[in-house]
């Protein structure tokens, strides 16, 4: 992420430089050109040999110019790099503490969690527990684990999104998504859905294994959540690139939502119902754009909708 932004400052940088010499380079031409025309039709009509070393003035006078700028552009190229990184420096610094705030605080929440319902587990094992008692714990193990979900979501995007090194490797993004598809199929089907897999049985891409399936992961647990009928084809074609598309016949999402899908904590009307987190798809945006891909999403209200995502091929 911040290599981009480096480069890109890099390159306002020099196109700031290069208009600036241009602009004065072609101000002295001008001015030299004309002062050396004039110079020699002061008095009486040049000569053709004055004319003649007269335009080879000019023209040694362009290539000095041209050439000296193209060397300041050169060496100053390195030196924009440098300042470019010196200028993203503190916000590079800042973001990643704001993400191992994130990473830390999500990781030691999960041990209070995991005590907490532990205990709620107990109370409801013991003998002569009310029934009133009972409702309260199983309400509060559901909490829990409600929360316990938010916490490793929050700790994912975390982990994710901060400037950790992420391990890329040769990865069967197929075998992921089948894997998937196998997972929640029980899930699916409890649902009286189908849910089948269509593509080749191996697309490989440059990725992290462990990210891919979380990515395939959030969009098909969000197809089955909005979908009541049908089903859902997780599919993937391989062209120059990856194409993997999630079609659902669900609910759909309104074009006024569409664009905000992706922002953490973001719900739309239906995810409310659910009592989603509204993370799920800020996690998976950062997933693909970690792995350099995109993510987009049509989707009509009714009648279902289709996440894709798009990744590099990797032979
Ligand atoms: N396939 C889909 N069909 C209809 N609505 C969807 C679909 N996918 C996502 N949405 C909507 O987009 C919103 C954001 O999805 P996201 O996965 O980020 O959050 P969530 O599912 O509510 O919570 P969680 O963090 O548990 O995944 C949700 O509120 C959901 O309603
Ligand atoms: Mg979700």
Redesign the pocket.
Known sequence: MFTAARLKLTGFYILLLALVIGGFSLFLFRYTAQHIHDSIEEDTPPTAAQQRSADRAVDGLQNTLVTSDILIIVLASGFAYVLAGRTLEPIKRSHKAQMQFGANASHELRTPLAVMKMENEVFLRQAGTSLEASSLARSNIEEIDRMA?MVE?LLLLARSSGDMSLKLTRVDVSAVLQRVVGKLKGSAVAKGLTLVFEGPAQAYTKGNEQLLDQLCT?LL???I??TDAGGITASILVQKKIHITIT?T????SKEDLPH?TTPF???A??KR?N???????IAQEIVHRHGGGLSFASEVGKG?E?RVTLASFS
Request: no cysteine; charged share 10%.
């Open positions: 979900g979501e959030n647990q969000n197809a959540a909005h659902d669900g609910s759909g999402i899908l973001y719900k739309t239906s995810g659910l989603g987190v509204g993370l799920g798809l800020s909708t996440a």
